[in-house]
């Protein structure tokens, strides 16, 4: 089975600083990574995935994700966040050939001004 | 960019009682599923269905459950006697190849 962890369920940030959002993750299979994004009263959105090749993936809104095989992360990352980036954000993963998403329990991101 | 809709947004229900959620997926989308969120705890996938049938359900799926495409276009999920612990923010979701497509949910409160 899968299990993902998002090590942080709350992070606050000043508007244009840098921000990571955690996630490590758990399986004996080769999986296929995601990041959702979920702003109020919105469902989820695609923000970026990796499936194969580049351990780096750029995504929507100048977020990036880097895979980390060893450690079993997939941690995202924005250079300057902005206001609109308030939203929670869903780390997922999905076994090759399976349908599901296993999903961790979500970072809230708040921006400051 | 196309979405997925989901109707109603909000519906309150008496335990016991049947209810049904409602989506219109993709239209050109194959696969279709089924996640809930309760309160404070990660979204659960529930089932996926593909070529009119069930693909993949989770534990939670019991026979209390059911899903069922009763036309070209939409794409319902049955909970025949709601629990207490029924209560959550149920999503669609469509698919094509690797990115899902969310609609905005469900909230279902069962009294």
């Known amino acids: 089975a899968q299990s993902v962890t998002q090590l942080d369920s709350q992070v606050p940030v000043f508007e244009e600083a840098p921000v990571e959002l955690r996630c490590n993750y758990s399986?004996?299979?080769?999986?296929?990574l995601f990041w959702y994004v979920q702003y109020p009263n919105q469902g989820l959105q695609l923000l970026l995935k990796?499936?194969?090749?580049?351990?780096l993936v750029k995504g929507i809104n100048g977020f990036e994700a880097e895979f980390n095989k060893s450690q079993t992360s997939f941690h995202l990352r924005k250079p300057s966040v902005h206001i609109s980036d308030t939203a929670e954000y869903f780390c997922?993963?999905?076994?090759?050939?399976?349908?599901?998403?296993?999903f961790g329990q979500g970072t809230r991101l708040t921006i400051n001004p | 960019e196309p979405e997925v809709t989901q109707t109603p947004s909000h519906q309150v229900t008496q335990m016991g009682q049947e209810v049904i959620l409602r989506c219109v997926p993709i239209?050109?989308?194959?696969?279709f599923y089924w996640y809930r969120q309760i309160l404070g705890q990660k979204v659960e996938f529930l089932v996926s269905?593909?070529?009119?049938?069930?693909?993949?359900k989770s534990e939670i799926f019991d026979d209390q459950f059911s899903v069922e495409r009763p036309d070209g276009s939409n794409f319902t999920l049955k909970i025949r006697s709601t629990k207490l612990e029924d209560s959550a923010m149920y999503f669609c979701?469509?698919?094509?190849?690797?990115?899902?497509?969310f609609g905005s949910g469900t909230q279902l409160s069962v009294l």
């Open positions: 979701a469509s698919s094509e190849e690797e990115k899902l497509f």
């Open positions: 399986s004996s299979v080769s999986v296929y």
């Open positions: 990796y499936l194969s090749g580049s351990t």
């Open positions: 997922a993963v999905r076994r090759q050939g399976a349908q599901k998403l296993v």
């Open positions: 239209s050109n989308h194959l696969y």
């Open positions: 269905f593909y070529n009119n049938e069930i693909s993949e």
